[in-house]
C-alpha cells in the first residue's frame, strides 16, 4: 500500500504518548547536582586565565597565541544588542572560565571514568558503556570544561573517522586542526565566537574521511555541572569529498538561581558532495517558573559547503535555555549545494528565545530550505530571525522558507523577522509564515473522544512539530517528543 | 439511559436552556428539532461538556452517573459521543494516530488493556468496511482540507470506533448535499443496535427520512414545547415553525 497505515518508523514514538503523559507532570529532571571536585581556573577573565587554559590543556604555542588574538579583539567589541531579547547585563569577571572534574583525564579506556561522573551520566540516560549503548551511537561527553570519554573509538579508526575530544585533536591531529579551525566562524565574528575562541575549554572534533559513510551517529553530551561556570565547547566537523556523517548534541544543567553562561562555537566543513547532518537537542536549564535562573545559549554554528554537491543540514529542537541565541547557518559556496534547518523552538514561562538562521548562497544553483516551528506559551517570548542572501554570482538560487508560530495562551509573544537579499536576479526565493493558537476547541475535541487535555496538548503540538521531528534520528525523535511534552507542562487549562 | 430534568444553561450570562426534560432508553432514537437559535447546539454541547456553557439548574443522568459532574473525557469513556457540526482541524496530527489514542484513552478509562497495533488495525478494517471509509481519507492529518463531507463521514467512522452508547448528531447534515447525507445516515443506521441510543439534532426533516426516529422534540426559545412520533416532523416541514411558535405564544398567553 502505497500511503502508510502504521508509518512504521513513527509507531513507537506513538506508543510514547503514554510516557509523554506521565512525564508530563514532572519539572525539569535534569536538575541535579554531581558532587564532583573540581580543578578551576580563578574567578574571571583576563591573559592569565587564558595562559592557565591553555597550560592545562598542554596546548601548543600557536594554540595559545591564537586565543590571545582572540581574546584582545573580544577586549574592542561590545556585547551585541539587536536580539528581541532582555536580560541583566553579564559581568564576564564573575564566571569561572574553566572547571574540570578532578579525575584522571583522557581515560586510556572507559572504565577509569570516575564513578560519580559515570552515575552522572546514567542519571541523564546516556551510558558510556559501549557494549550498552544504544545501537549505532557513538558517544563524547563532555561535562563543565572537559572531554570525559568517547565510545566507539577503536570501531570508528578502522574507517579512517576521527572522533574526538577537541583538546586531543590539538594535540594529535594539529595539522587538520590549523587548517579547519575559525575557517567558518572567524575569531573576530562576533562577541560570543569570539569570547569563545579565547576561553573554550573542550568540545568535539570529528573527521571523515574521504568516500567514507560512518555507519553510526556521532554524538555529543554537554553538561554544566559546577557552580558560576561558564561553558564554552567548540566544535569542529569536517566531512572530506563524498562522505557522510549525521551528528547529535544533547544539553543539560542543574538548577541553579544564578545564570550560566553558554557560548558555544560550532563550525562544519563539507567537501565535495558529502553531507553533514547536525541535530541538536537544547534542554539547558531554562530557569524556574517565575524566570529565575536558567542557561544563557549564545551560541554561533554555521557551515560551509565548500565543494559541489554538498550538503548541510541543521535540525534543532530548542526547549531549555532561559535565554536562546543562535542562528546556525550554512554557506552555499558549491555549485549544487544545499542548505537546511528545520527547527522546533519552544518557550514557556519566562524564556526568550530569538533563533532562525542565514543561508548564503553564493556558488550556481545551490537551494535552501527553511523550516522553522516556534511554539510560545506562558510569558514567554519566542523569536524567528533569518537571512536568505542571494550574491550577485548565484544563479538559479532556489529558497524555501516557512516560519509557524503556535500560541499557547495569550501572555507569550511570538515574531518574525525575514530579511532577504537578493543580488541576482534569477533567484527564487518564497516565504511563509502563519501564526495560530491552540484553541479552546482543538482541546475539547479531543476531550470528547475521551483523551485528557495534556494528551491533547501533547498530540497537538507533536502535530505541529512534526515536519521537524521527522527530521530527528530516529532514537532521539521520541526523547525530543517527550522534551516538548515536559517543557509545556501546565501551560494549558 | 440518559434522563435530564429540568435543565438551565447558558453562555456569557445568556441564558440559552430554560428547563429541559428529556429521557432517552436504550435503543431509541430521539430528534431534536427547532428554529435557528432556539438552544439546540447548546444541549448537545452542555451534554458533552463543553466549559464556556454554564449550568444553572437542573440534573442530568446518564446509566445511573451524574452526568454534569464528569470531565468530558469522562463524559466519552462512560460512552457518550458527540459527532460535531464543525469538526475541528489538527495539522500534522495523522488521523489514525488520533483515533488510536482516543479509543487507547477510552479503554484505559473503563479499565481494558490497550489495543496493539495488530487488533486496532484489524478493528480498523472492520469499521472502514463497515463505513465505506477509504483509507486515504484516514491516513491525512485531522480533518485538515476534508470537505464538509469528509468530516462528517470522518466523525461517522470516529463513532464506529468508539462504539457509543449514547451518540449525539449536532446538525450533521448541514452543509451536505442529498448524497452525503444519505451515506453518513447509512453509517449511523449501522451502528444502532437495541443497546444503544441516537440523539439528533437538526433544524431540517430530510435527515429524519434517512435515520428514522422514535420520537422528535421541538425546541423552542430553551425549551421543548412539544414532543410527538416521526409525523410531527413531516408537519414541521409542511407548515414551517411559526405554528409552534404561534401555538407556544397562544399557550404562554393563557
Known amino acids: 500500500m502505497k500511503t502508510e497505515l502504521y508509518p512504521s518508523k513513527r509507531n ?81 569577571q564573575d564566571i569561572i572560565y574553566y572547571s574540570a572534574p578532578k579525575q584522571k583525564i583522557n581515560p586510556k579506556n572507559l572504565d577509569e571514568i570516575d564513578p560519580e561522573l559515570r552515575k552522572t551520566f546514567e542519571k541523564l540516560g546516556i551510558s558510556l558503556d559501549e557494549q550498552k549503548r544504544l545501537s549505532g551511537v557513538a558517544v563524547d561527553a563532555v561535562i563543565d570544561s572537559v572531554s570525559i570519554g568517547t565510545s566507539f573509538k577503536g570501531q570508528l579508526a578502522e574507517l579512517g573517522i576521527i572522533f574526538c575530544s577537541m583538546s586531543e585533536a590539538i594535540r594529535e591531529h594539529p595539522d587538520l586542526v ?76 542543574p538548577m541553579r538561581d544564578e545564570n550560566q553562561l553558554h557560548a558555544a562555537v560550532v563550525e562544519l566543513i563539507a567537501m565535495e558532495n558529502a553531507e ?3 541535530s541538536t537537542v537544547q534542554n539547558w536549564y531554562p530557569g524556574d517558573k517565575k524566570g529565575v535562573g536558567g542557561v544563557y545559549n549564545f551560541v554561533t554554528k554555521r557551515g560551509i559547503c565548500k565543494g559541489d554537491h554538498a550538503k548541510i543540514s541543521w535540525t534543532q529542537v530548542e526547549t531549555g535555555s532561559a535565554i536562546t541565541w543562535k542562528y546556525p547557518s550554512v554557506i552555499l559556496k558549491g555549485d549544487y549545494s544545499t542548505g537546511e534547518f528545520y527547527s522546533v523552538a519552544v518557550t514557556n514561562n519566562y524564556q526568550q528565545a530569538d533563533t532562525g538562521t542565514k543561508m548564503m548562497h553564493l556558488g550556481k544553483n545551490t537551494k535552501s530550505r527553511i523550516v522553522s516551528k516556534g511554539i510560545s506559551a506562558g510569558f514567554s517570548n519566542n523569536s524567528y530571525r533569518g537571512l536568505v542572501h542571494v550574491g550577485k554570482n548565484a544563479r538559479n538560487a532556489r529558497n524555501f522558507s516557512q516560519c509557524d508560530s503556535l500560541l499557547l495562551g495569550d501572555k507569550c509573544g511570538a515574531h518574525t523577522f525575514p530579511y532577504i537579499e537578493v543580488r541576482n536576479n534569477s533567484a527564487v526565493v518564497e516565504h511563509e509564515a502563519t501564526t495560530s493558537k491552540i484553541g479552546e476547541d482543538q482541546i475539547f475535541y479531543c476531550n470528547q473522544r475521551g483523551i485528557p487535555t495534556e494528551t491533547a496538548v501533547a498530540l497537538i503540538i507533536n502535530g505541529f512539530a512534526k515536519e521537524v521531528m521527522n527530521h530527528l534520528p530516529m532514537e532521539f525523535a521520541i526523547e525530543a517528543q517527550k522534551l516538548l511534552a515536559i517543557s509545556l507542562e501546565g501551560s494549558v487549562g | 439511559m440518559l434522563s435530564i430534568q429540568d435543565l438551565h444553561a447558558g453562555i456569557e450570562g445568556k441564558k440559552i436552556l430554560n428547563g429541559i426534560n428529556l429521557d432517552i432508553k436504550p435503543g431509541e432514537v430521539h430528534a431534536i428539532m427547532g428554529p435557528n437559535g432556539s438552544g439546540k447546539s447548546t444541549l448537545a454541547n452542555v451534554l458533552a461538556g463543553r466549559t464556556d456553557y454554564e449550568v444553572s439548574r437542573g440534573t442530568v443522568e446518564f446509566l445511573g452517573k451524574d452526568l454534569l459532574d464528569l470531565a468530558p473525557e469522562k463524559r466519552a469513556g462512560e460512552g457518550l459521543f458527540l459527532a460535531f457540526q464543525y469538526p475541528v482541524e489538527i495539522p500534522g496530527l495523522n488521523t489514525i494516530n488520533f483515533i488510536k489514542t482516543a479509543v487507547n484513552e477510552v479503554r484505559k478509562y473503563r479499565g481494558l488493556e490497550p489495543l496493539d497495533a495488530v487488533s486496532f488495525l484489524k478493528l480498523m478494517k472492520e469499521k472502514m468496511a463497515l463505513m465505506n471509509i477509504e483509507q486515504s481519507l484516514l491516513s491525512r492529518s485531522l480533518n485538515e482540507g476534508f470537505s464538509g463531507g469528509e ?44 443497546d444503544n441510543a441516537v440523539l439528533v439534532v437538526t433544524h431540517y426533516q430530510r435527515l429524519l427520512d434517512y435515520i428514522v426516529p422514535d420520537f422528535v422534540h421541538v425546541l423552542y426559545n430553551g425549551r421543548i414545547v412539544k414532543s410527538g412520533t416521526k409525523e410531527l416532523a413531516l408537519e414541521l416541514e409542511e407548515r414551517g415553525y411559526d405554528f409552534i411558535k404561534n401555538e407556544t405564544s397562544a399557550v404562554e398567553a393563557v
Not at chain 1, 597550560?55 to 594554540?63: C, S, Y
Not at chain 1, 590571545?68 to 536580539?83: C, Q
Not at chain 1, 555541572?225 to 544543567?253: D, K, P
Open chain 1, 276 to 278: 553533514i547532518k547536525y
Open chain 1, 178 to 253: 590549523k587548517e579547519h579551525l575559525s575557517s567558518v566562524v572567524p575569531i573576530t565574528d562576533n562577541y560570543f565566537a569570539a569570547l569563545n575562541a579565547a576561553v573554550f575549554s573542550d568540545g568535539s572534533f570529528c573527521y571523515i574521511p574521504k568516500g567514507v559513510r560512518c555507519p553510526m551517529e556521532l554524538s555529543t553530551y554537554f553538561r554544566i555541572n559546577a557552580e558560576n561556570t561558564g561553558q564554552f565547547e567548540r566544535t569542529l566537523i569536517i566531512a572530506e569529498a563524498g562522505s557522510y556523517v549525521s551528528y547529535l548534541e544533547g544539553c543539560t544543567a
Open chain 2, 151 to 194: 468530516k462528517k463521514r470522518n466523525e461517522v467512522f470516529q463513532m464506529a470506533m468508539l462504539e457509543p452508547k449514547l451518540a449525539i448528531l449536532d446538525e450533521t447534515d448541514s452543509g451536505l448535499d442529498i448524497d452525503a447525507i444519505r451515506i453518513v445516515s447509512n453509517g449511523v443506521n449501522k451502528l444502532r443496535n437495541k
Open chain 1, 12 to 92: 513507537d514514538a506513538e506508543d510514547e504518548l503514554r510516557t509523554i503523559e506521565e512525564t508530563v507532570f514532572s519539572d525539569y529532571k535534569y536538575g541535579f547536582v554531581t558532587d564532583i571536585e573540581a580543578d578551576e581556573a580563578p574567578r574571571g577573565l583576563n591573559e592569565e586565565v587564558i595562559r592557565f587554559i591553555s597550560a592545562k590543556k598542554k596546548e601548543p604555542e600557536w594554540m595559545l597565541e591564537w586565543r590571545l588574538k582572540a581574546y584582545s579583539y573580544w577586549l574592542t567589541m561590545k556585547e551585541p544588542g539587536w536580539a528581541n531579547v532582555k536580560y541583566p547585563r553579564i559581568d564576564y
